[in-house]
């Protein structure tokens, strides 16, 4: 069995990983303007989301704002919103599959 090959960027994910994380546990809180919305929307959205992942998405989205001179922490809310646009297109692509 191979070992898993080390590099600066595992070890930066693994280094952010639960802060990114705990940011997309939060990111609806208070934003829902009713209750359907946070039943059928934001709530199941963030239960895919939450199952985890390797959340490359949205740590890239975050080395990209660094790399253009803003800052990792001013990258949270668009870094969330790309990782759970994915959760929200893989959600409809199985309800498209299945029907």
Known sequence: ???PVSSPFTSFLAQHFDQINDYLA???DGQATSA???RYLYGPLSAFTANAG???RPLICMLAATAVG???ESARSAAAAIEHFQSGALIHDDIADNG
Request: a neutral charge.
């Open 36 to 38: 359907d919305i946070e």
């Open 54 to 56: 390797k959340r490359h």
């Open 1 to 3: 069995m191979r070992e």
């Open 26 to 28: 939060t990111f609806f």
């Open 70 to 72: 803003g800052s990792f």
